[in-house]
């Protein structure tokens, strides 16, 4: 979890979206519209760029045309400023972000770059948002304090209250029915953070995707499971093929109630991300990480994913989906023992 060291420009995130998101689409709202964002939570910086896209740009924003990325580490700051003034997208208006990376001989912004910045920022371009990002708690605050000025708004994020991270997650639960109690419940394992508290509820939708329902043990099941015995351990240990360990998890488990379902969820998920990651088309996608529903050690998984994928063709996968649907069926209709399905279930898949 990040070290927060709030300053005077801290500020909730909630606090945040009512001074800056919260603005409709009116591009006439934007006399600031360059920040730099101290952001230490992973999974609010897409819903922040979405949501400035919308009301610089309008409904017509879009990540592939409209925004570009850029890191300290590649790219000179001169060299982003100049390219950043002359990005079109084929479009009027679009958005640049710099993410300053942190390095061994990061030891704050160099003076020639200070300089552009505040030259830049005398007269900035209106069709053009800046964000500059520091998403690493290591880079100290006051290596900025010399480029503030009155053309660049400046937000530090705080971590959430337990108020705040209820009423955050209420909101990416909306399409879901959340029974009393399991806000309080998932509050109980994690830390006060949106980034733990977003892996967890992605869990918690693809365990309830058919129901559309999420209680309390469902809470115990999924986010209680992550805690006893990670996940991706789970998960790891059939992309390796490794039996023995995937097993092993399993049975350590095997009593909790309807742990099984979230097995056999997991398992869904796995093929369903081979599915995507088979499909050409999937390389254009702006969000990989989400969609792929990878929020943990991310390169290290894709690899593991690409290592299970050299012995696979259409017709294992096909045949991997079968197993996954007659287990499931098999179970919710107790058809024979659980255990026994199960156990064989992971030895088919693990060894596919």
């Not at 390219?83 to 084929?90: D, K, Q």
């Not at 770059?113 to 690493?136: G, H, T, W």
Request: proline share 2%.
């Amino acid at each position: 979890m990040a070290k927060y060291k709030t300053n005077k420009y801290s500020i909730s995130y909630q606090e945040f979206k009512r001074r800056v998101l919260d603005r409709g689409s009116s591009v006439t709202n934007f006399s600031i519209h360059n920040y730099l964002l101290f952001l230490f939570e992973n999974c609010l910086l897409e819903e922040i760029i979405e949501q400035l896209g919308r009301n610089f740009i309008g409904d017509k924003f879009d990540f592939k045309q409209h925004y570009k990325k850029f890191y300290s580490d590649e790219t000179e700051i001169n060299d982003f400023l100049s390219e950043a003034e002359n990005l079109n997208f084929f479009t009027e208006r679009s958005i640049a972000l710099y993410l300053f990376t942190k390095t061994q001989n990061f030891r704050g912004l160099k003076k020639e770059a200070k300089e552009s910045i505040i030259k830049y920022f005398q007269s900035p371009n209106p069709d053009r948002m800046i964000i500059f990002l520091v998403n690493n708690s290591e880079i100290n605050f006051s290596h900025f304090e010399e480029i503030i000025n009155p053309n660049l708004g400046v937000y530090y994020i705080k971590p959430p209250t337990e108020e705040e991270l209820k009423e955050w997650m209420k909101n990416q639960l909306k399409d879901y029915k959340v029974e009393n109690g399991v806000l309080e419940k998932i509050l109980e394992y994690i830390n006060l953070s949106y980034d733990e508290a977003n892996e967890e509820i992605e869990k918690l939708k693809n365990f309830a995707y058919k129901t559309k329902v999420i209680n309390i043990d469902s809470v115990n099941l999924c986010v209680g499971f992550s805690k006893e015995f990670d996940e991706k351990d789970f998960i790891k240990s059939i992309l390796q093929r490794d039996v023995n360990k995937a097993i092993l998890i399993y049975k350590s488990l095997a009593l909790k109630p309807n742990f099984d379902l979230y097995i056999i969820a997991i398992l869904t998920r796995i093929f369903v991300n081979i599915t995507k990651l088979m499909d050409k088309t999937f390389y254009t996608s702006t969000n990989k990480q989400r969609e792929l529903q990878i929020y943990y050690d991310y390169d290290e998984m894709i690899k593991l994913y690409y290592d299970y994928m050299k012995n696979l063709n259409e017709l294992k996968i096909k045949t991997a989906f079968d197993y996954i649907y007659k287990s499931d069926k098999m179970i919710k209709t107790s058809i024979g023992e659980k255990y026994s399905i199960m156990t064989s279930l992971i030895y088919k898949i693990a060894t596919l």
